[in-house]
């Protein structure tokens, strides 16, 4: 069974508001954080079946160095996350128990741009 495909996939997503944290790169470098698609298995209301989900993956800078102002460590740290996303409708290939004769329907966050995105180092 192939997995359901993403309303709007392929299409232009939506504009994307930044929330300050984050810089998109101007092009993506390989292994660089990016949008990743697979397929999942989930069962929703008793309906089993395979989805495409999209994540956040790839890599992002961190680095640590002496600061002579504070005579401390200070680490510089950034991780893979969504800067945009939308909702999007599956059918699934089952009937909607609460709606008699209607398929059932799934509704998913799919991130449309991911980015780099500065935050406090752990200790």
Do not use: H, I
């Given at each position: ?36 698609e ?13 989805i495409t ?11 640590a ?59």
């Open positions: 069974m192939s997995a359901p495909a993403l309303e709007g996939a392929g299409a232009e997503p939506p504009e994307a508001t930044p929330r300050g944290c984050c810089l998109t790169p101007a092009s993506p470098r390989p292994g660089a954080c990016s949008v990743k697979s397929e999942e298995e989930v069962t929703f209301q008793g309906c089993t079946a395979n989900v999209t994540r956040c993956e790839g890599v992002c800078a961190s680095s160095s002496f600061d002579t102002d504070t005579m401390q460590v200070a680490t510089t740290c950034s991780c893979c996350r969504p800067v945009s996303s939308y909702e999007a409708e599956l059918v699934l290939p089952c009937t909607d128990p609460a709606a008699w004769g209607q398929q059932l329907v799934l509704t998913v966050r799919v991130f449309s741009s991911c980015a780099c995105c500065r935050q406090r180092c752990g200790d």
